[in-house]
């Protein structure tokens, strides 16, 4: 199992677990992390897993896909480094992911 970090706006940090394979948001979910709705269970049609990536890990996550983009032009105060979770599949390269949940997804 893979440790993530999601970041509370209040500065709040939550590590879990993940097993490679599956998404950020299916992490979220799982562990009951605040900040990730993900009403759409996943399916990249709504907005409400919006995440910030920290730093560098923004190469290791990848680009967003051109569905991605559209989906966040609903979300409120995106950032270059936004992306939805249920569109990161969790992968070695990922043990350590740090990101940030937005203020008012909460």
């Known amino acids: 199992m893979l440790r993530v970090a999601f970041v509370q706006p209040d500065g709040t940090r939550r ?10 948001m ?3 979910r799982q562990h009951g992390v605040a900040g990730v709705v993900a009403q759409c269970g996943g399916a990249c049609a709504c907005a409400t897993c919006h995440v910030y990536v920290e730093g560098d890990w923004q190469a290791a996550v990848g680009a967003r896909t051109e569905t991605e983009e559209t989906m966040l032009s609903f979300a409120a105060a995106t950032h270059d480094n936004s992306r939805l ?22």
């Open 26 to 28: 299916e992490a979220a």
């Open 15 to 24: 590590e879990v677990s993940a097993p490679v394979g599956i998404t950020l």
């Open 85 to 106: 979770c249920c569109q990161i599949i969790v992968s070695d390269a990922l043990d350590g992911l740090v990101v940030h949940t937005p203020d008012g997804q909460h």
